[in-house]
């Protein structure tokens, strides 16, 4: 399979067309697993009693917001690299699903912050570093809307979204450079979950979900944006 | 759970209804994109 043949917009809008319905199917799947063990499985946690529950949310969605960032900067880097025109339509399909990842991590978070730790928010590393999070994707957006010409659009939405890479370890070490209020990561990979198996199944469930959802509305967006440019 | 009703079900309805509202303005979007 030469994937090439997919680099140009022409080419990827009927492929995007044809698996994006598949990974909403199994993004509808998993969340109702997900929602399942989480709900009906994993049991009620000991300290935080049921409110624990909106980590099966606020965990993955927080995730995705920074990987969905990754992937966008990559996507906005091959393009100012080799100049290819469907880069910057993938990074510009990737930014709202992110920022609305973003907000999601941030309004979960907020909820479950208020009834463990008292309150809704506070400025701590972590949290300011995932609001900085969503500035930069709203940034990208209001960037990119701003200036009429496609390429240049995706060129000027390329470099911000190349240097707000700088923000996504800083979001991922925050919890261990600083002293922040928010705690360390549930799950690592070099030392495992610090949960019970249940509540680990639901997490990953949910996770798995929120990744097939972002690539299935990123993949229609884009067959969007090819044709909104004519390109298709 | 009635304690922390309103967190956790504040928390899990927004959410559901920022990937409804995504999904209704993709939609209306792709609508837009094919006429």
Redesign the interface.
């Known amino acids: 399979m030469n994937w090439f043949w997919y680099a140009s917009p022409q080419t990827f809008y009927p492929l995007a067309g044809r698996v994006a319905p598949w990974f909403g199917f199994a993004a509808a799947l998993l969340a109702a697993a997900g929602l399942y063990v989480g709900f009906f499985v994993a049991p009620t946690d000991a300290q935080q009693?049921?409110?624990y529950?909106?980590i099966f949310?606020?965990v993955p969605?927080a995730w995705l917001s920074m990987f969905i960032y990754l992937v966008m900067a990559g996507w906005a880097a091959l393009g100012l690299a080799f100049n290819t025109r469907l880069s910057g339509m993938m990074a510009s399909a990737l930014a709202?699903?992110g920022a609305?990842f973003t907000?999601?991590a941030l309004?979960?978070g907020s909820?479950?912050g208020?009834?463990t730790w008292g309150t809704y928010w506070v400025w701590d590393a972590r949290l300011t570093s995932e609001l900085v999070l969503l500035f930069l994707y709203l940034g990208f957006i209001a960037l990119q809307a701003a200036i009429d010409d496609p390429r240049r659009a995706d060129r000027a939405g390329a470099l911000l979204a190349i240097v707000g890479v700088v923000n996504i370890p800083i979001i991922h070490y925050s919890v261990v450079w600083w002293n922040t209020l928010h705690q360390g990561a549930s799950v690592s990979v070099t030392k495992g979950a610090s949960m019970q198996s249940q509540m680990l199944t639901a997490m990953l469930l949910m996770a798995l979900a929120f990744w097939m959802?972002s690539i299935a509305?990123s993949l229609?967006?884009v067959?969007?944006i090819i044709?909104?440019r004519g390109e298709a | 759970m009635s304690d922390y009703a309103f967190y956790l079900w504040g928390a899990y309805s927004v959410t559901f209804v920022c990937l409804v509202l995504e999904i209704v303005f993709l939609l209306k979007r792709k609508r837009e994109a094919k006429a």
């Open positions: 009693g049921e409110v529950r909106v949310i606020h969605a709202p699903t609305l907000f999601i309004w979960t909820l479950w208020r009834p959802y509305v229609v967006r067959r969007c044709r909104e």
